[in-house]
């Protein structure tokens, strides 16, 4: 890298159900921020995680950097669900030289994919606590294809894709910046969007465990098409309360909260799978983001079933925002939906 500096990079949050858009500054005291904005997608142009209309997706890309006039050109954006998998393993103690020669043969063993058709990633966590003689690794496999489908849309789209993250990772990067986790503590995100939910379990600021649960925000949504009988869109309105219909209230709300405990018990069983797969640790807290986060007493109904404090993220509870620039209010609002977008604008080039 050109003087070894650090360049700043926009996170792009390419969701199914919107493209999130985040770009913020590194100064002495931290982070500010410099950019932020959001578009709809159609529920056509990503299904199960695959890019099905690039046209749409480059466009909104596109769209995105227009209305927010960001000028870098490098991106930061993530993968998630059926095609990426994380793994924590443990290997006998070699340089990190080592496993990068090595890693293919041992991933083989863990990932159920060919090793010809991904892309691998790890990284050392030390030593392993109940065997000194072994290392913590993390590893990580991206199918091929989905990584490029990724890298044409923002390549496409005029931009420079220099990192592609993993959503749990980004949500990781971005509770270090803003929550003080205590040492040996251990805390759960869940991030729940429209397609899917994201799930990392944290110890000491490192993932013990993660998950993709392939359910989210569109099964209310769903729910609320048939019942109504209205199509994706009008569904949406009515599901976020911008359009209200005096008749169909009691549905609605019976719909979300229905909607909300079938959501709440599948993070509970993600949570009690991951205790009961470790000698057992408490978690402490469980940080809330993800549009779904926004659903009425969702955060209420999650703690009852999992019986662990939940609080809201708030991805901006650090960073610096200027209110001349942006509005407080909306950035309030509108904050749980940027939680993987803050995480991935917070990496720089060059980092791993
Ligand atoms: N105020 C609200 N009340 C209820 N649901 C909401 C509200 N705001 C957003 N949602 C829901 O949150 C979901 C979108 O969340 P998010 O933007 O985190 O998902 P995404 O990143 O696009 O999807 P995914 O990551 O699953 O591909 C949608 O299902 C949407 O209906
Ligand atoms: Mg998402």
């Known amino acids: ?25 590194q100064g002495k005291s931290g982070y500010r921020l410099q950019n932020l904005g959001i578009s709809p997608l159609p529920p056509e142009a990503i299904v199960d995680g695959a890019l099905m209309d690039s046209v749409t997706i480059i466009d909104t890309i596109r769209e995105l950097v227009n209305t927010t006039k960001v000028k870098t050109k490098d991106v930061v954006t993530s993968v998630s669900g059926h095609s990426v998998i994380v793994k924590k393993i443990t290997l006998p103690f070699m340089t990190e030289a080592e496993l990068e020669e090595s890693i293919k043969w041992e991933a083989e063993r863990y990932i159920p994919f060919d090793i010809n058709d991904v892309n691998i990633d790890f990284q050392i966590f030390g030593s392993n606590a109940e065997n000194p003689e072994m290392m913590d690794v993390v590893l990580v496999a991206a199918k091929k294809d989905i990584i490029n489908d990724y890298v044409s849309v923002i390549m496409e789209a005029g931009l420079n894709p220099v990192i592609i993250d993993v959503d749990v990772f980004a949500l990781e990067n971005m509770l270090a910046i803003n929550y003080e986790i205590a040492k040996d503590e251990v805390v759960a995100i869940a991030n729940v969007g429209a397609s899917t ?63 909300s405990e079938s959501l709440a018990v599948e993070i509970r069983n993600s ?19 993800g549009g779904g986060s926004r659903i009425k007493d969702f955060d209420l109904i999650l703690q009852e079933e999992i019986g662990i404090p939940v609080e809201v ?7 610096e925002c200027n209110e001349k620039k942006f509005d407080l209010e909306y950035l309030k609002e509108i904050g749980p939906v940027m939680a993987v977008g803050v995480g991935l604008a917070s990496r720089k080039v060059g980092d791993r």
């Open 1 to 25: 890298m050109l003087w070894g500096r650090k360049k700043d990079v926009i996170g792009l949050d390419i969701g199914s159900s919107s493209i999130k858009l985040v770009e913020l500054a």
């Open 197 to 259: 939910t994201n799930i990392n379990i944290l110890k000491n600021n490192v993932s013990g465990f993660t998950r993709d649960i392939f359910k989210g925000g569109n099964q209310i949504t769903e729910d609320i098409q048939r019942q109504l009988h209205v199509d994706h869109q009008e569904a949406e309105e009515i599901k976020v309360g911008s359009k209200m219909d005096v008749a169909s209230r009691t549905i609605v709300q019976n719909l979300l909260k229905k909607g």
């Open 271 to 289: 949570l009690d799978f991951y205790q009961s797969s470790t000698t057992y640790e408490k978690i402490s807290k469980l940080h809330l983001s």
């Open 313 to 319: 993220v708030d991805p901006f509870r650090k960073i």
